[in-house]
C-alpha cells in the first residue's frame, strides 16, 4: 500500500474536534487522521487538529452504501492503512469497512456482538459467563414475555448508547408502560428501534474497564470506579481511577473482561468495558465496545493512570503496525490517578448561569473543561436527553484526592434555570 505522505493515514470515523485525545494521540504516534466530520459538526478547514490531513464527509447513518463507495473511491486514489471510529453506533460500519478494503479490523459479525446487546448478552451467556436474566423484545407488544423475570429489570434498546432510554421498572405492573416509554424515547432519539433488551437489576457498584488486544492477546489497563446510580433512569455521573478494589476482586474482573474478549472474538484493538459487581463482588459485565470509551475519555484516564498512550497504541493497531506484543499479565502499576467529572443537568429549562466552572480552567489538577451546554440552552427533562453540560478532566496524586476533588465539585458548580418553558405535559425531573 502506498500514499503520498510518509506517514501511516487512518480515516477517523464521526470524532468531534473538541475532544482532543486521539488527535493528540496520532500526531505523537506520526499517524496521518482523513476526518470525517459528524454530520452536525462544522469543521473549520484553517482549525483542525495538525495530525489531520483531510476531511471526507460521509453520510455513514442515511447512506450507508453510498458512504462505503466513498471510501472505496478514496482508498483507490490515495490508499490508507485502516479505518477507526470511537463512536459506538459507528463500529459495525467501520469494521465492514476494513472487511471490504482488507484492512486491519474485528469484522462484521464480531462488532456486530459488541454493539447489539440482544447478541452480546447472548454470546457472553453461551460461554459461560456471568449474565443476569435477561428477555430480548422484539416489539413493545411483547412485553409480557419479561414478566417472567426477577423484579427489579432495566429495560434498553438493542443499539443503545450513552444511556439514552435505558430505565429501570421496579415491578411486573410497571414492566408495559417503561417498555412503551423506551421503546418511543429510542424511536426519537435515536432515529429507529428494532428491538429492546429488558434484563434483571445488578445490585451494585459500577466500574469502567479499558483494555487492549492485539493478536487475541488482551492486557487490561485500568479499572475505574464509576459511581452507584440506582435509576430509574441512568445518568452517567463520575469516572475516578484505579479503583480502589481488592486484589482478588481485581483478579476476578481481570479474568471476566478477558474472556468477554474471547466469547465476543475481539482480538484486536481498544475496548471499553462496563460491569457492575453484583452482590459488591461478583463481576456482571454491562457491555463491552470494541472502541476507546467516552470520545476518548478512556485514553485520558488509561493514559494518566499507566503512562501508557492507549489511544496511540490503538491507531497502530488500526494501521496494522503495532509490533510490540501486549503480553496479558497483571495490570499495570498506575503512575497517578485520573479522573472525569460529568456536571450533573440538576434540572431542566432554559439555562441561565453555569457557575464554578470557568475558576477550574486554572486549577493545576485541571487539564480540560470541556463544555457542552451554555447559558440559553434549553435542557429538556428525563427521559428526553439533551446532553451533558460539561467533562472536568483531572489528575491527582493519589484516588483519594480524586474522591476529595469531586466532593469539591459538587459544591462549586452551579447551574440556574430560569422556568420560562413549559414542562407540564412531560415526565418527571
Ligand atoms: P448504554 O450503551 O446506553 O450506555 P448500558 O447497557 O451501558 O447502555 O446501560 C447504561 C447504564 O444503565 C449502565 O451504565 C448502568 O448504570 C445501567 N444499567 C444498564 N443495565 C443494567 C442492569 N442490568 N443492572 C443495573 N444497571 C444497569
Redesign the pocket.
Given at each position: 500500500m502506498t500514499t503520498d505522505s510518509p506517514h501511516p493515514t487512518l480515516v477517523l470515523v464521526y470524532q468531534r474536534t473538541s475532544l482532543p485525545w486521539i488527535f493528540e494521540s496520532a500526531e505523537r504516534a506520526g499517524i496521518d487522521l482523513v476526518l470525517v466530520p459528524r454530520p452536525d459538526e462544522a469543521v473549520s478547514e484553517d482549525r483542525l487538529p495538525p495530525a489531520v490531513v483531510d476531511v471526507l464527509q460521509l453520510d455513514i447513518e442515511t447512506d450507508r452504501a453510498g458512504a462505503l463507495d466513498a471510501l472505496r473511491r478514496r482508498y483507490e486514489e490515495n490508499a490508507f492503512q485502516g479505518i477507526v471510529t470511537l463512536y459506538?453506533p459507528a463500529v459495525p460500519f467501520v469494521a465492514e469497512a476494513a472487511e471490504l478494503l482488507g484492512l486491519p479490523g474485528i469484522g462484521r459479525d464480531v462488532a456486530l456482538g459488541a454493539q447489539d446487546?440482544r447478541v452480546m448478552r447472548e454470546r457472553l451467556a453461551a460461554a459461560g459467563l456471568n449474565v443476569?436474566g435477561f428477555v430480548r423484545l422484539d416489539e413493545p407488544a411483547d412485553w409480557e414475555k419479561a414478566a417472567r423475570l426477577t423484579f427489579p429489570v432495566?429495560v434498553?434498546p438493542a443499539h443503545?448508547?450513552?444511556?439514552?432510554g435505558?430505565t429501570k421498572a421496579e415491578s411486573p405492573q410497571r414492566l408495559k408502560s417503561v417498555v412503551d416509554e423506551v421503546w418511543r424515547t429510542s424511536a426519537s432519539k435515536l432515529g429507529q428501534v428494532d428491538g429492546l433488551v429488558v434484563?434483571?437489576?445488578?445490585d451494585g457498584p459500577?466500574f469502567a474497564v479499558e483494555s487492549l488486544a492485539h493478536g487475541g492477546d488482551v492486557r487490561i489497563l485500568t479499572i475505574g470506579y464509576?459511581g452507584d446510580?440506582q435509576?430509574p433512569h441512568?445518568e452517567e455521573g463520575v469516572y475516578r481511577a484505579p479503583a480502589a478494589l481488592p486484589e482478588t476482586v481485581q483478579d476476578d474482573i481481570r479474568r471476566e473482561v478477558i474472556a468477554a474478549h474471547k466469547a465476543l472474538g475481539i482480538t484486536d484493538g481498544p475496548t471499553h468495558t462496563?460491569l457492575?459487581l453484583r452482590g459488591g463482588v461478583t463481576p456482571y459485565l454491562?457491555?463491552m465496545g470494541a472502541r476507546i470509551g467516552g470520545s476518548g475519555v478512556s485514553h485520558y484516564i488509561a493514559s494518566g493512570v499507566t503512562g501508557i498512550d492507549f489511544a496511540a497504541q490503538a491507531l497502530r493497531i488500526a494501521a496494522g503496525i503495532a509490533s510490540e506484543p501486549l503480553g496479558s499479565g497483571p495490570l499495570p502499576t498506575p503512575v497517578g490517578a485520573a479522573a472525569n467529572y460529568i456536571v450533573p443537568c440538576g434540572g431542566y429549562g432554559r439555562i441561565t448561569t453555569i457557575s464554578g466552572l470557568d475558576e477550574l480552567r486554572d486549577d493545576p489538577r485541571v487539564d480540560h473543561v470541556v463544555q457542552m451546554l451554555f447559558p440559553g440552552d434549553v435542557v429538556r427533562p428525563y427521559p428526553d436527553f439533551t446532553g451533558y453540560p460539561a467533562f472536568v478532566l483531572s489528575r491527582h496524586a493519589s484516588i483519594a484526592e480524586t474522591e476529595e476533588f469531586h466532593r469539591f465539585l459538587e459544591q462549586a458548580i452551579r447551574i440556574e434555570y430560569a422556568d420560562d418553558t413549559d414542562h407540564s405535559h412531560e415526565g418527571q425531573a
Open positions: 459506538d446487546k443476569p432495566v434498553k443503545g448508547f450513552s444511556s439514552l435505558v434484563e434483571e437489576y445488578l459500577e464509576k446510580p435509576g441512568f462496563e457492575r454491562l457491555e
